[in-house]
């Protein structure tokens, strides 16, 4: 029988700092996501002033972006199957270097719409290449925490959108005003996002590629290396190897299922249920809550000037909470904690529902007094704390980890592209059924896809904890094997 040598807990924590620092590394994609898609919030109405432009085109320059994420997400994943995962986050981390200068020159709204499109093509491939990367290099027992760091990389990156952009205007006396060399404040909050960016395109030239990658390009010797340093004495390296290149080469055999096309309108059923867990955690309403937060915190009595404070609280919960996911997703699974959220949200938006019906005004200008605007203001917070800690992080783990090796980075890219169009969907038709119907009836239809979400998980999503990524079913239906299984047997009925 053989002994684990006395210095294997100490090299298996090596391993895992190891992986836990790559990790990390790769989340910085995370941060510049959040950034650079808030970081616009605090120059919106700086941007309509300075080019007279009308709100539906003010409108338009934000939400753009979206749209070139969603291009991104799609692009991003299929790039990385043909250049590697490092190369793709160098290609995001270039573009949003040179879309911050860009958009902080901007000399009209026709060109910034343009920078701001070619940011979010970055965020978009931030998006899908930072939870691929973070699943192929992870250990299966801590791979659910090393996922949910995307997220909290996010959330961090909103605040601190929201408070360099409060630092700027405050310090210019508003973000309109002129600040150093001549520059408006708003121009600076753009520009401020070259630091990280930096740091990215840095990292990405710095990290090891995904042992996946390099192992469907013949580069065993250079897989192994990135093996051995993440997992650690307890696992077999060359078996994980043997296990990865089986897999390929039975990709190649079989070359068709090399694909994302299916029997299911076009598309494997897996890659749907990608599509759609990408679209509930948009449909739920999230977005709504952090870009119009203002009109709810106005509508219970606080003042305009009062939003980057109530702004900040929800960025600062949404943060705290992602904690939550971080510790648990490993030991609960992912399955019980996208339920458990799905429950939540649907009750806190119903309630939020309701209590929008006792509103008075319309549109925008509206008021809640007394107990129900307490009741809307508290289930507005525990509704992020719901998302924050189950659906914001939980999705993007399993978006990481569900599909087959074969179609990881394509597939993610489809599912990604999908929910930056579902956040453009949402964003887009809050304001219009905010002032046909009141607040009550978009937060009704948003508590109706929540409890769909519900459903949609409870059949049609597998456990994913603990499975190797080698293991990962090739159908939305069939039980992923145990994490014990051995290659060329199945664990499904």
């Not at 009595?301 to 992602?322: L, M, R």
């Not at 699974?333 to 309701?354: E, Y």
Request: net charge neutral.
């Amino acid at each position: 029988m053989s002994t684990i040598p006395q210095s294997a807990p100490s090299s298996r924590r090596s391993a895992h700092r190891r992986a836990l620092v790559l990790a990390v590394a790769a989340a910085v994609g995370g941060f510049l996501f959040g950034f650079d898609s808030s970081v616009i919030n605090g120059a919106v109405d700086a941007i309509e002033g300075q080019f007279a432009l009308s709100s539906t085109v003010t409108g338009l320059v934000v939400a753009v972006a979206l749209l070139g994420c969603a291009l991104g997400a799609w692009a991003g994943g299929r790039l990385a199957d043909r250049w590697g995962r490092t190369r793709v986050m160098l290609l995001g981390g270039v573009l949003f270097f040179v879309s911050s200068i860009l958009s902080a020159v901007a000399w009209s709204a026709a060109d910034l719409a343009l920078w701001r499109f070619m940011a979010g093509v970055g965020i978009g491939i931030a998006s899908v290449i930072a939870p691929a990367y973070i699943a192929e290099i992870a250990p299966a027992a801590m791979r659910g925490r090393l996922g949910s760091l995307q997220q909290l990389a996010i959330t961090v990156g909103i605040f601190a959108a929201l408070l360099s952009d409060q630092l700027l205007a405050t310090g210019a006396g508003g973000a309109a005003e002129d600040l150093w060399l001549g520059w408006e404040a708003w121009r600076w909050m753009f520009l401020v996002a070259v630091v990280p960016a930096a740091v990215y395109t840095g990292l990405a030239l710095r990290i090891p590629e995904s042992p996946r990658y390099l192992v469907s390009q013949g580069k065993l010797g250079e897989a192994r290396a990135v093996l051995a340093s993440v997992l650690g004495p307890d696992e077999d390296v060359d078996d994980r190897l043997a296990r990865i290149r089986s897999s390929i080469e039975a990709d190649e055999a079989n070359a068709r299922h090399g694909t994302l096309r299916g029997t299911a309108l076009g598309l494997k059923p897996i890659v749907w249920v990608g599509i759609l867990l990408s679209v509930f955690q948009q449909f739920v309403g999230i977005n709504v809550i952090f870009y119009y937060s203002t009109t709810l915190w106005q509508a219970v009595g606080f003042e305009e000037s009062q939003a980057f404070a109530v702004s900040t609280i929800t960025a600062v919960t949404n943060v705290a909470v992602t904690f939550i996911a971080i510790a648990l997703v490993d030991r609960v699974g992912r399955k019980a904690l996208l339920l458990t959220g799905s429950a939540g949200m649907t009750v806190m938006l119903a309630v939020m529902a309701l209590a929008f019906t006792q509103a008075s005004g319309s549109g925008q200008d509206i008021h809640l007094d007394g107990l129900w605007g307490t009741l809307a203001l508290a289930a507005a917070n525990l509704y992020v704390v719901f998302f924050g800690a189950t659906w914001g992080p939980v999705v993007w783990v399993l978006l990481g980890e569900m599909f087959p090796n074969r179609i990881r980075a394509a597939a993610l890219g489809v599912a990604a592209a999908a929910q930056w169009l579902a956040n453009f969907a949402i964003t887009l038709t809050f304001p219009p059924l905010l002032s046909a119907f009141g607040a009550s009836i978009p937060y009704l239809m948003y508590a109706f896809f929540a409890a769909c979400s519900f459903v949609f998980v409870l059949t049609r999503v597998r456990e994913t904890k603990g499975v190797e990524l080698e293991d990962m079913p090739e159908a939305a239906g069939r039980r992923p094997a145990r994490p014990d299984a051995r290659p060329g047997y199945s664990s499904s009925p």
